[in-house]
Nanobody
């Protein structure tokens, strides 16, 4: 059974930083993409950042230059370093995993496995 557990959310003032973590267990496939998604009240879920088993990455335009996605394969952990946070970044952040390499944040693909989410609140 694949499980993804996020942590690291919280409240921060604009301009601050947070690092989200996602521990993945029970993942049986050799290929993957892992992504961070967010959902704000009244808005559709959007892809934020993704990294795949071929080391390719992708970022939403709104976070380029501010967020960094990385992974520690020894710890089975995905990270999202979020810098220069803005109130518009306030959302529930979810990590997700999929066995299809290369899907990154392509909107036509729905990731297979999801975590429960962690709240990020940025105040002005």
């Amino acid at each position: 059974q694949v499980q993804l557990v996020e942590s690291g959310g919280g409240s921060v003032q604009a301009g601050g930083s947070l690092r989200l973590s996602c521990v993945i267990s029970g993942y049986p496939y050799s290929t993957y993409c892992m992504g961070w998604f967010r959902e704000a009240p009244g808005k559709e879920r959007e892809g934020v950042a993704a990294i795949c088993s071929d080391s390719t990455t992708s970022y939403a335009d709104s976070v380029k230059g501010r967020f960094i996605v990385s992974q520690d394969n020894d710890k089975n952990t995905l990270y999202l370093q979020m810098n220069s946070l803005e109130p518009e970044d306030t959302a529930v952040y979810y990590c997700a995993a999929d066995r299809r390499p290369g899907i990154l944040l392509l909107p036509e693909y729905e990731y297979d496995f999801w975590g429960q989410g962690t709240q990020v609140t940025v105040s002005s």
